[in-house]
């Protein structure tokens, strides 16, 4: 069975992050502002870390509750903005707000978020089923999102339960409805696969009760759980299983919602196609397509010419270091021209479009992709200097990839 190399498997389940598995450099941190050097980036992140309950996959930042440190947290987020706002396109051309449970945070403290942002074309906000209630869906669209993200993962109470999550099929499904009754007419869908327990019709009713509210968009993930995590050592066995189903699953995704008029137009997320309306999520195509972007929050990730850096995972030290009007501790990494254009490939070739090679050459090996092309898994286009992975190759993903590499 071939599956997803390390890297590319890790990348699917980072919010603002496409590489964070490259290990950190020592470059001095960033201490806010943009500076003359940096070029404007035009996708924005902010991450929300706030969450009722840590589901056991779960190795994203996050805090439980945090009910009372709402306010304190936008306040801190707005700070960080506003020292790296000349880092930041006017106006910029996504903003995502990602978790944690963004739409857990305070109602009030959300609404005095969204209303400082810059205005954009995509403003998207994950949320949790069960915290969309009529009352937020409205907040959300009178405060310009135009683009919701629901955390669905299964439609099957037995998948729920072992994901640890809170919501019913029911709850999951008056959710979207409550979202398209609100206004909301771009709605993504997240969808797991390989979850210990799910049969392939576990999988095939998933996909059925997804195509039923006709989303614009579904992204739908292999699941990945830590070694040593209570996650896996409570359903390592079962783990083990589904890794070996996980071909399978993923053919079966590609296939249904394929044939359901879907573009699959990355490896792991799929689109309805309509003729005024390009509905990929075009955030996150800026990480695939090697745009700089800019993170704040706590954990959040910036990348930014030559630099990457995190913001430490520690929500007092963020805060505090922002109450001081200072920027908040961060792990610097710098990024030299073989990095870039080797992460240029692997989140490129994820695309259904074809990937320029012009500055790549360098880290391409040129005998693989001759053999690759050989055996129909990659198709290059000499006169436009192109490079596309064929639909046999996409199913390969990783490994493909991984053998391109010089």
Known sequence: MTTWNELEAKSLRTRNNPSRSVPVGGLAAPKGGAGPERALVHHLYLHLPFCAHRCGY????????????????????????????????EPPETIFLGGGTPTFTDPAQLARLLAALPPTQELTVEANPETITPALAALLREHGVNRLSLGVQSFQPHLLEVLER???????????????????????????????????????????????????????????????TRFTRAHGDALAFQAEAMEGYFELVVATLTSAGYRWYETANFCRTEADRDLRAHHNLAYWLGRDYLGVGVGAVSTIGGLRWRNAPSLPRYVAALGRGEAPPREPEPLDEATKARERILLGLRLDEPLSTAGLTDVLDLDAVERLERLNLVQRSAAAAELTLTRRGRFLGGGVTAELLA
């Open 58 to 89: 779960c190795d994203f930042v996050t805090v439980l509750g945090g009910r009372g440190q709402d306010g304190a947290y936008v306040d801190a987020l707005l700070a960080e903005l506003q020292l790296e706002h000349e880092a930041l396109a």
């Open 166 to 228: 809170r919501a019913t099929p029911q709850v999951l499904q008056a959710a979207f409805r409550t979202a398209r009754e609100a206004g909301f007419d771009n709605v993504s869908l997240d969808l797991i696969y390989g979850i210990p327990g799910q049969s392939e019709a576990d999988l095939h009713a998933d996909l059925a009760a997804t195509l039923a509210l006709e989303p614009e968009h579904v992204s739908c993930y292999e699941l990945e759980a830590k070694p040593g």
